[in-house]
């Protein structure tokens, strides 16, 4: 798994909002979090309270992007359903999951982890193992705060 100080490989994905690639967001903070499976209750949780922090998060010059391993059309509908206001990326193949090393155990998923990525493309922050799914969002808001 990549880690604080390291570079955030860079990716070109189809997403809920179109083709997007990391390096367009560049100057910007950004806050790529993995989750296992769209509809499940803590992706659901996740996505949100994601949704809710939203505006906060962008008044800090920062943009959200949310990964897994659904397809395109499922993370389509998991963002519809839900009203998010951020690109999610169906990564069915796998690319950006294996880049970032959080490919589930099974390696069927992403593990839930939460990636800051600052400015330059340098990762800042890295959450996992938080007790509660939900809890992602809020840890980004403070680390993009900080």
Known sequence: ??????????????????????SDYRGK???LYF????????????LQ??????????????????VSADSTSSAKKFAEK???KFPLIG????????????LSEKGTSAQRVTFIIDEN???????????KAE???DKALEAIKS
């Open 121 to 131: 493309g340098k990762i800042t922050h890295v959450f996992k193992n938080l007790k």
């Open 29 to 31: 903070k950004v806050v």
């Open 91 to 102: 990564d069915k193949e796998k690319k950006i999951i294996n880049s970032y090393g959080v």
């Open 1 to 22: 798994m990549l880690d604080v100080g390291q570079d955030a490989p860079d990716f070109e994905a189809e997403s809920t909002v179109g083709k997007i690639k990391l």
């Open 35 to 46: 989750y296992p499976k769209a509809f499940t209750a803590g992706c659901t949780r996740e």
């Open 135 to 137: 809890e992602h969002a």
């Open 49 to 66: 309270r994601f949704t809710q922090l939203y505006d906060e998060i962008t008044k800090l010059n920062a943009e959200v992007i949310g």
């Open 82 to 84: 839900y009203g998010a």
